[in-house]
T-cell receptor, first 112, second 115 residues
Framework: KQEVTQIPAALSVPEGENLVLNCSFT??????LQWFRQDPGKGLTSLLL?????REQTSGRLNASLDKSSGRSTLYIAASQPGDSATYLC???????????FGKGTTLSVSS | GAVVSQHPSRVICKSGTSVKIECRSL??????MFWYRQFPKQSLMLMAT?????????EQGVEKDKFLINHASLTLSTLTVTSAHPEDSSFYIC???????????FGNGTRLTVT
């Protein structure tokens, strides 16, 4: 059974820092991996989708990498801002590509 | 971009009543829709997968008679929580996918409180 773990569970940093969020999964036979952002009480915003054949994706200050063989993905946020404060969720698609399995998230707080 | 609309965003109901949550894909046809539930400080858990015109597939431990899912068209899926109890209070989120390698798009969620 696929399990997704995110470390750390919470992170507080001052504005301007570069930071890395970690995600690991137990079954490397994944279809794709997706990073989301969730603001308190809100739905999900997709940040980056990495297809299983890719190793990384970039969007603005965000960079996500994928290493299927080791079962790891990282989300790198450059020059963090208070507006980045949210919970970041990592999710992997099952092998059929039909459903997402989520980690518990990393709650990020960026202070000004 | 693709948008998934979920309604209502918040609902409070009394124990024993039923609540219907709608999930609509606004600018694409969703062949598959997914329903998730999120308890406080927990990850999203997949409840069921619905394909247009066929019965939903429920995850282990999810009561299909309690959580009725209908996917009557390519743009609408509904989740009805029947005979709701306080322990059903949770955040319910739907997501939809077009076809092929289309990523999943999520609704904004429904906060259900059962008193």
């Amino acid at each position: 059974k696929q399990e997704v773990t995110q470390i750390p569970a919470a992170l507080s940093v001052p504005e301007g820092e570069n930071l890395v969020l970690n995600c690991s999964f137990t079954d490397s036979a994944i279809y794709n991996l997706q990073w989301f952002r969730q603001d308190p009480g809100k739905g999900l915003t997709s940040l980056l989708l990495i297809q299983s054949s890719q190793r990384e994706q970039t969007s603005g200050r965000l960079n996500a990498s994928l290493d299927k063989s080791s079962g790891r993905s990282t989300l790198y946020i450059a020059a963090s801002q208070p507006g980045d404060s949210a919970t970041y969720l990592c999710a992997v698609y099952n092998q059929a590509g039909t459903a997402l399995i989520f980690g518990k998230g990393t709650t990020l707080s960026v202070s000004s | 971009g693709a948008v998934v609309s979920q309604h209502p965003s918040r609902v409070i109901c009394k124990s024993g009543t039923s609540v219907k949550i709608e999930c609509r894909s606004l600018d694409f046809q969703a062949t598959t829709m997914f329903w998730y539930r999120q308890f406080p400080k927990q990850s999203l858990m997949l409840m069921a997968t619905s394909n247009e015109g066929s019965k939903a597939t429920y995850e282990q431990g999810v009561e299909k008679d309690k959580f009725l899912i209908n996917h009557a068209s390519l743009t609408l899926s509904t989740l009805t929580v029947t005979s709701a109890h306080p322990e059903d209070s949770s955040f319910y989120i739907c997501s939809a996918s077009g076809s092929g390698d289309s990523p999943l798009h999520f609704g904004n969620g429904t906060r259900l409180t059962v008193t």
